[in-house]
């Protein structure tokens, strides 16, 4: 045998399974970051909006929840879905700008927004 066929490749850092402490740390560590992102977002969106507490508060969980749905699929995968590494999921500062500035025009709003990106994909 040659010796590159010998030669042992290093597994890579990205495959390699975490002990179960580091793995909730690491675990931890995503949902504070993941947090921050996703409570910031809404309240901005809605505060523009002019929606009352309530309604941004109904805002803040459900971006909570898809985001966390969406962390679950590309962490573990389901089906061809998914990368199956730890990424975090979760809303994006980019368009933020452009949703104040819809929800501030008349007949807008946040049904203009949602339909705004759900065509956007």
Known sequence: MSELSKARIPDAPAIQRLPLLQLILVGLQHVLL????????????GQAAGLSREEIAFLINADLLVAG??????S?????M?????????????????????AGMPGIGLQGIFGATIAAG
């Open 34 to 45: 993941m947090y921050g992102g996703a409570i910031a977002v809404p309240l901005i969106i």
């Open 69 to 74: 749905i969406a962390t679950i699929v590309q």
């Open 76 to 80: 573990l995968g389901i089906g061809p």
């Open 82 to 102: 998914g990368i199956r590494m730890p990424v975090m999921m979760g809303a994006s500062f980019a368009a933020v700008g452009s949703m104040v500035a819809m």
